[in-house]
């Protein structure tokens, strides 16, 4: 069984935003995905309407398909709650990936988690 990590972190504002960083670590794969994606679920339904997620996938080494369709319904979620989410520091590898299905026509990836604070803020 491969290994991931997920993390949560809320982004302060100087607005009545609600901004959590989902800092993903290891590989998402079929082992893993469908344990992993209740927690991020739970933080989607748990607040309501208006989160914004920011993904960082800066140590993300590789998503399944599985995976990317749970991304998707993150997003639908998310933005029919007047969201957003978006990408941070995706690796080469997993930017195909995102391009290949037609993603990254959705979801905004950006270079560092701080660019993508300023896009969903």
Do not use: C, H
């Not at 670590?25 to 607040?47: C, F, H, P, T, W």
């Not at 590789?62 to 991304?71: F, Q």
């Not at 979620?77 to 520091?89: E, F, H, I, P, R």
């Amino acid at each position: 069984m491969t290994q991931a990590t997920i993390t949560f972190e809320d982004v302060r504002s100087d607005s009545d935003k609600k901004v959590k960083i989902v800092k993903i670590v290891g590989q998402l794969d079929e082992s893993n995905v469908d344990e992993e994606a209740k927690k991020i679920y739970a933080v989607i339904e748990g607040a309501g309407s208006g989160l914004s997620l920011i993904f960082d996938f800066s140590d993300l080494e590789y998503m399944n398909s599985k995976s990317i369709g749970y991304l998707t319904d993150w997003y639908s979620k998310v933005s029919s709650s007047g969201g957003k989410l978006v990408v941070a520091q995706a690796k080469s590898n997993i930017v195909d990936i995102l391009q290949v299905v037609g993603l990254t026509q959705l979801v905004t990836t950006y270079p560092s988690v701080e660019e993508a604070k300023l896009a969903v803020m």
